[in-house]
């Protein structure tokens, strides 16, 4: 069997990682940037019991987690967590182990680029616009028109993430000073709604 390296758990509370890997019968390190986080949750902490190493890193680079891994053979580097998927890939590839290519995984993280390389490709999909500050983003929404779903390009898991469907739902955004940055959560992507079924 194999041992793995896996980086984080998905949503920080998700265990399927791990007990995949121990029903298959592999053996694994867990690496994080907070071991206590995961061994504050009872059923996660059991299965981290059974790691071979739990190995804490504030610094995900590679220069940093290398020498923390002491040489242990690793067979695998595994990660769900989006976070973390530049990092793993560059840790696999340092590793010598086949991975996501980073600079795949790095456009995987920015979904206007993603946006640009599928339109590219022949492969245009909804009218968006990238924004950044509140100014262009009421001016986006100007030029696109409603409904929008409005989001972060580095986000996750839809967190930060808005519906405007009718002009009520802008007055959030009218009330911001447009000479002011707009929060994270608005500052990026717009894009324009095709059907009724995209904003349920």
Same mark, same amino acid.
């Given at each position: 069997?194999?041992?793995?390296? *896996? %980086?984080?758990?998905?949503?920080? +509370?998700?265990?399927? *990682?791990?007990? #995949?890997?121990? +029903?298959? $019968?592999?053996?694994?390190?867990? =690496?994080?940037?907070?071991? @206590?986080?995961?061994?504050?949750? @009872?059923? *996660?902490? @059991?299965? =981290? ?13 590679? @220069? ?5 891994? &002491? ?11 989006d976070l973390r998927i530049v990092e793993a890939a560059l840790i696999a590839r340092a590793l010598g182990l086949p991975h996501l290519d980073p600079q795949t995984a790095a456009l995987c993280r920015d979904k206007s680029a993603v946006r640009a390389v599928l339109a590219r490709a022949g492969l245009a999909g909804a009218d968006f616009a990238r924004v950044s500050g509140t100014a262009p983003l009421l001016a986006a929404?100007?030029?696109? $028109?409603?409904?929008? *779903?409005?989001?972060? %390009?580095? $986000?996750? $898991? ?7 469907? !009718?002009? #009520?739902?802008?007055?959030?955004? &009218?009330?911001? /000073? ?9 500052? +990026? #992507?717009? !894009? /324009?709604?095709?059907?009724? &079924?995209?904003?349920?």
């Amino acid at each position: 069997m194999s041992h793995l390296l *896996i %980086i984080d758990l998905p949503g920080g +509370n998700d265990p399927d *990682i791990l007990c #995949a890997a121990l +029903n298959a $019968g592999h053996s694994f390190t867990f =690496l994080t940037a907070d071991a @206590a986080h995961y061994r504050s949750q @009872a059923e *996660i902490s @059991a299965l =981290l019991d059974q790691a071979r190493a739990v190995i804490e890193a504030r610094d995900f680079s590679v @220069a940093a987690v290398l020498p923390l891994l &002491a040489g242990e053979c690793v067979d695998a580097v595994l990660c769900l967590q989006d976070l973390r998927i530049v990092e793993a890939a560059l840790i696999a590839r340092a590793l010598g182990l086949p991975h996501l290519d980073p600079q795949t995984a790095a456009l995987c993280r920015d979904k206007s680029a993603v946006r640009a390389v599928l339109a590219r490709a022949g492969l245009a999909g909804a009218d968006f616009a990238r924004v950044s500050g509140t100014a262009p983003l009421l001016a986006a929404v100007e030029r696109l $028109g409603l409904p929008l *779903i409005i989001k972060p %390009i580095d $986000g996750f $898991g839809s967190q930060h993430v808005f519906a405007l469907r !009718t002009p #009520a739902d802008l007055d959030c955004l &009218a009330r911001l /000073r447009p000479d002011r940055p707009a929060p994270r959560c608005w500052l +990026n #992507a717009c !894009t /324009r709604v095709r059907s009724s &079924a995209a904003t349920r």
